[in-house]
Nanobody
Framework: QVQLVESGGGSVQSGGSLRLSCVAS?????MAWFRQAPGKEREFVSS???????TYADSVKGRFAIDRENAKNTMYLEMNSLKPEDTAMYYC?????????????WGQGTQVTVSS
């Protein structure tokens, strides 16, 4: 089992920035961010392997940056140029084997609200 704890969510105006963090109880190969807006399905945001190779959804490419510190079992998501459509609950996820498919472990989520 892996426990994941997110932090860093909040409310910002359009164009603003936020930095999310996720601390895992142990090392995992893949760490990822997903988000879910009210009335919408959960969607992939970004993922990063233990070798620091990142992947981004097209909707956030160029605005968000993912990073991780393997020694601290911690992942970050730097979110810039935020838009109202980025408003969602952001979930940290992790998997021991792959960044493809649905991760095995999930955090409780941190709310991000972007006002216009």
């Amino acid at each position: 089992q892996v426990q994941l704890v997110e932090s860093g969510g909040g409310s910002v105006q359009s164009g603003g920035s936020l930095r999310l963090s996720c601390v895992a109880s142990r090392f995992t190969y893949c760490m990822a961010w997903f988000r879910q807006a009210p009335g919408k399905e959960r969607e992939f945001v970004s993922s990063i392997h233990s070798d620091l190779v990142p992947t981004y959804a097209d909707s956030v490419k160029g605005r968000f940056a993912i990073d991780r510190e393997n020694a601290k079992n911690t992942m970050y998501l730097e979110m810039n140029s935020l838009k109202p459509e980025d408003t969602a609950m952001y979930y940290c996820a992790a998997d021991d084997d792959s960044c493809s498919g649905t991760p095995d472990y999930w955090g409780q989520g941190t709310q991000v609200t972007v006002s216009s």
